[in-house]
């Protein structure tokens, strides 16, 4: 198994180039929201174990809001950032990135403040590199190359599929699954497809996930009497602040909401992007720590295989602290449309979205931090609109296929290539045709 890592390079924007980088970065893309995948700069389709790649400039629209605690506004820098998801160790894919698009790079990051002309382009990306504080994968293991063997695999069996309709009608059901065996045998053969067996899992891989399986149950059990102790004063300081922090969901403006439009919907996958400053004080910000440490481990051990929680419409996601923990940026990868997405969290795990997001300034009043918030769906639909970010850049390596079509494909392919079915379990597997 091939396991999936993330790159993420954050550097502050030269203000006076600001102008120069939005030309570039639009220079990228063949139209609002479509991006070119060959393009000259940072030609995407080269990298075969790129799942998506975005480039957005973080530009906290709603930083003022800080002012309803008295507070006078941060002065931060806008900053670039450039995030992916691929396939396989992070040190071999950057070196590859940057010999394939160096020169491109060069010029993207040539708008940033503190990039040289005679800067070591990788060791400059490396030192930048923001490791997600939580990151979710839809099915851990599943590479880009998988993916597109069999979305091709599906592609020329329902093709036979429907060639040999009436041959096939008058089949036995292990008949039909020796028939489809047969012919793709014959396709392998012939090289008009191929079916790559899985790499063998990293040993480092192995080794840390497992310490990560086995560490964190034992720092939470460890750290019970603490956490019993301070329970009580964990729920008086919560509900004093859920009394009194306020809400701030108005109605998007008109003109970041039509911006935000022309980048979506131009395929059944869609990004999204957000980014905002987390409650003043120490308490919502380790509250918040705490909580993306505990949901960070369940998206590595439990939620894996094509879901979050009740939530299987999500290809990759990750959370970022900035600023010291002083801000959040989190994106998403996503099928369907943005209504759609947030009407999925708010059904089927609003708690999770409180526990979350609710620790941002402005948020939908909670009620012991899980209830409440999120299932007020027009306030929470405008606050995260509010905090969305137009993504100047998207690369999806796989469009047209939503994650239920992956996962459909991947049991195509597991059914295939085993040895023997029960009549039952070859007509349940002939349901996903």
């Not at 995030?83 to 940057?98: A, E, I, R």
């Not at 990293?202 to 080794?207: A, R, S």
């Not at 980014?275 to 004080?281: C, D, E, R, S, Y």
Request: charged content about 20%; aromatic content about 12%.
């Amino acid at each position: 198994m091939t396991p999936q890592s993330s790159f993420m390079v954050v550097a502050p924007i030269a203000a006076q180039r600001l102008a120069d980088l939005r030309k570039v970065l639009a220079d990228m893309n063949r139209s609002p929201g479509v991006v070119d995948p060959g393009n000259a700069l940072i030609p995407f389709e080269r990298f075969d174990r790129l799942h998506f790649a975005r480039i957005v400039i973080l530009d906290d629209l709603t930083r003022n809001d800080i002012k309803v605690y008295g507070l006078q506004p941060e002065t931060y820098p806008l900053y670039l950032a450039f995030l992916g998801d691929f396939d396989g160790d992070y040190d071999g894919f950057m070196s590859d990135v940057v010999k394939a698009s160096g020169s491109g790079l060069r010029q993207m990051f040539s708008c940033c403040e503190d990039f040289h002309p005679n800067s070591d382009l990788l060791a400059w990306m490396k030192a930048r590199n923001r490791t997600p504080d939580t990151i979710y994968v839809n099915w851990i293991g599943r590479t880009t190359r998988q993916v597109r063997e069999e979305a091709s695999l599906y592609d020329g069996l329902q093709s036979y599929v429907q060639t040999n309709q009436a041959t096939l009608a008058s089949m036995q059901s292990t008949q039909v699954h020796d028939a489809l065996k047969r012919f793709v045998a014959g396709e392998l053969k012939a090289g008009r497809l191929t079916l790559t067996p899985p790499e063998p899992t990293p040993l480092v891989w192995q080794v840390r996930n497992l310490l990560h399986l086995v560490g964190v149950p034992i720092v939470l059990l460890l750290a019970s009497p603490f956490l019993l102790l301070y329970a009580p004063f964990f729920a008086f300081q919560l509900r004093r602040r859920e009394r009194s922090d306020p809400e701030i969901a108005p109605c998007v403006e008109p003109g970041h909401a039509d911006r935000l439009a022309v980048l979506e919907d131009h395929d059944v996958t869609n990004q999204f992007s957000a980014f905002g400053t987390i409650k003043p004080g120490l308490f919502r910000r380790w509250t918040l720590v705490f909580f993306l440490w505990a949901i960070n481990y369940t998206t590595l051990h439990i939620y894996n295989r094509g879901r979050l929680a009740r939530v299987n419409t999500i290809h990759f996601a990750r959370w970022v602290f900035l600023d010291n923990k002083r801000r959040l940026f989190f994106a998403s990868n996503y099928d369907g449309s943005l209504d759609s997405y947030m009407d999925d969290f708010i059904n089927k795990v609003a708690f999770g979205l409180n526990l979350v997001f609710s620790n941002g300034i402005g948020y939908p009043t909670t009620n012991w931090l899980i209830l409440d918030g999120a299932k007020d769906e027009q306030k929470f639909k405008y606050y995260i609109r509010r905090h969305e970010l137009a993504t100047e850049v998207w690369y999806n390596a796989h469009p047209g296929l939503t994650a239920l079509d992956l996962q459909r494909n991947t049991l195509i392919r597991e059914g295939l290539q085993k040895e023997t079915m029960t009549s039952d379990e070859v007509q349940q597997w002939l349901r996903l045709f």
